[in-house]
């Protein structure tokens, strides 16, 4: 998967930090509110607290039309909308003083320069780190109160997983209300 990020660099949201991008809802929604939305979704999917370093993926795959999800469709069509339009948040500080973001063009890097799993060492010994979060654009319901977006963890040449995660908020709060896999390595 290829993203971007990585520290006061972050050259995917170079000119645009002060600000998001998106399609839908999303375009119109707070920089927080999406930082909230994904430190939200990974507390809810990490009990165990496996890593803080995020690349924000512009190469998720979309959500099938044909896919069963039990999400509002309000929802799942602004995540359609982002991730075909303009999949990106462009929330730089934000997300930096939540998370951990990785330059996306070093892992590709790291990962095109040698075997897998020598990769996946250097990875490790690198960021001291046994993985990484990758985060698709956010989807949200017109009043701002439910979002949906896409997390994956990658750990190894054949460990990882992601979810469809539905998050709803109460007060200044995001919740995880539903996360369902939709792929696994």
Do not use: K
Not at 52 to 76: G, K
Not at 80 to 101: G, I, V
Not at 114 to 132: D, I
């Amino acid at each position: 998967m290829r993203g971007r990020g990585l520290g006061a660099a972050l050259a995917l949201v170079a000119g645009l930090a002060g600000g998001c991008g998106g399609s839908g809802a999303e375009a119109a929604a707070p920089c927080d509110d999406v930082v909230d939305v994904y430190v939200a979704a990974i507390a809810g999917l990490d009990a165990a607290g496996r890593s803080r370093f995020v690349v924000v993926d512009t190469n998720i795959a979309p959500i099938s039309a044909h896919e069963p999800v039990e999400v509002p469709v309000e929802l799942l069509n602004d995540l359609r909308a982002a991730q075909a339009t303009h999949p990106l948040p462009r929330c730089a500080q934000a997300l930096e003083r939540a998370l951990d973001p990785l330059d996306g063009r070093a892992l590709d890097a790291m990962f095109a320069a040698s075997s897998a799993e020598e990769a996946w060492g250097h990875f490790e010994a690198t960021y001291e780190a046994s993985g990484y979060w990758t985060l698709s654009a956010v989807g949200f319901d017109r009043r701002r109160s439910e979002a949906l977006c896409l997390v994956g963890y990658l750990c190894g040449p054949r460990c990882g997983e992601g979810h469809l995660v539905h998050l709803r908020r109460t007060g200044h709060t995001w919740t995880v209300v539903s996360a369902r896999r939709v792929w696994t390595s």
